[in-house]
């Protein structure tokens, strides 16, 4: 089975009847006021396992033959489809081996092992993950469950788009993230036969573009490396099944930056209380930075997955942070003697800052006699909160060293 109809998505949609959550599909009027047109969350990461590869993976397990079924199923993945086939072998009461990357979030590792697979990892990325399962497949016998260059598996994400035409007929442009390609292939398959007006939009991290560049190329095109905070989508050779699809029906894929990625993720904790991970957060991420273009139309962001591990939040949240002008770290000398610090911290506070940490340091050999360097990590409002921070402490005096900078911040004093 190498292509896939409308007929296959429906016939998946009625085998994921009662084991899928039809996902809420919100609309954000945070998110709708800052793009200038009606953004929707298509909200994906409230799936079981937390992404949409439930969807795909279940469809094709549901599918596989009595032989098939019996030899066990083995995946390769970097967490989500990896959940999706545990979940589904379990229900369907088949051993289940998945092959992860040494480097695939704790969280995801666990939450398989916790559905009852077994889990090996091999390889830095998804694509090394890959070759390994494909030698155990063929040392023990294993049926494939591909990630996403699979009819079947494209058949069951391509459900999202149904449910979306269900539930949005007006959409005027879905936005989706792109790794292999499996997801925005089915959507796409679905979306183009009933409502080609509709426009399908693809998105990958500027750091694993291989369906960008195979689609600019109009051949397929692997790249050397897949580096991404959004590990769900570090792909590094794109699907041949999905490439065609993608070429036929996708109408435009756009690439986001780390720091877009970031601050996608922080803003759906922070206006939406929805935790995202970064392949999840990477629709928004162009959508809000401008990548989709449009005003005043009905966009669906496909959020994909919230399976995020807590210390990759951690430190997102604080890249979110320093590029949004929220968190500012500077050093300055000032002079060791009583009440100096206290003058300093007292123009901080007068200004509405918080002090996050400090550390004041009087021996380091760099720092003259009678002065001590004081560091702070310092929480602002916005950029131009943090500006005005450095303009005043530089008219009191301080030779002010900006040790990380805020955004796109112009004051440099130093």
Not at 176 to 189: D, H, R
Not at 270 to 289: D, F, M, P, T
């Amino acid at each position: 089975m190498s292509s896939v109809t409308i007929n296959d998505i429906k016939q998946a949609s009625e085998a994921l009847q009662g084991i899928i959550h039809r996902t809420p599909l919100d609309l954000s009027r945070t998110f709708s006021e800052l793009a200038h047109n009606q953004v929707y969350l298509k909200m994906e990461n409230m799936q079981k396992t937390g992404s949409f590869k439930i969807r795909g993976a279940y469809n094709k397990i549901h599918n596989l033959s009595l032989i098939e079924k019996n030899r066990g199923v083995i995946a390769a993945s970097a967490g989500n489809h990896a959940q999706g086939v545990a979940y589904a072998a379990a229900r369907a009461g088949l051993r289940a081996m998945i092959v992860m990357p040494e480097v695939a979030p704790l969280s995801k590792v666990m939450a398989t092992l916790g559905y009852g697979a077994e889990v090996t990892l091999s390889g830095q990325v998804y694509d090394e993950a890959f070759r390994r399962a494909q030698e155990l497949q063929q040392e023990q016998g294993f049926t494939f469950i591909h990630a996403f260059d699979d009819a079947q598996v494209i058949a069951g994400q391509g459900t999202i788009g149904l449910e979306i035409l269900q539930e949005l007929p007006d959409v005027s442009t879905i936005v989706v993230p792109i790794g292999g390609g499996g997801l925005i292939a089915g959507i796409a398959t679905v979306v183009k036969g009933i409502a080609p007006h509709v426009r399908v939009v693809g998105v990958q991290a500027s750091g694993a573009p291989a369906m960008y560049l195979s689609k600019k190329a109009a051949h397929i095109v692997t790249t050397k490396d897949a580096v991404t905070v959004a590990d769900g989508i570090a792909v590094k050779v794109p699907g041949t099944i999905t490439y065609e699809i993608i070429r036929k029906y996708v109408d435009e894929i756009v690439t986001v930056e780390e720091e877009e990625i970031a601050g996608a993720i922080l803003m759906l904790l922070e206006r939406s209380k929805v935790s995202a991970e970064g392949a999840g957060a990477v629709s928004l991420a162009a959508i809000l930075n401008g990548k989709i273009g449009g005003r005043g139309q009905k966009l669906v962001a496909v959020v994909s997955g919230g399976n995020i591990d807590v210390n990759v939040i951690s430190r997102i949240i604080e890249r979110g942070l320093v590029k949004a002008g929220r968190r500012i770290l500077v050093a300055t000398p000032v002079t060791d003697r009583p009440g100096s610090l206290i003058k300093m911290l007292t123009i901080i506070a007068g200004l509405g800052v918080n002090v996050i940490s400090i550390s004041h340091d009087r021996i380091d050999p760099g720092v003259s006699l009678g002065q001590a360097e004081v560091v702070l990590s310092l929480e602002t409002r916005d950029i131009g909160h943090a500006e005005e921070l450095l303009r005043n402490l530089n008219r009191e005096g301080y030779a002010v060293k900006v040790l990380r900078r805020t955004g796109d911040s112009k004051v440099i004093v130093e």
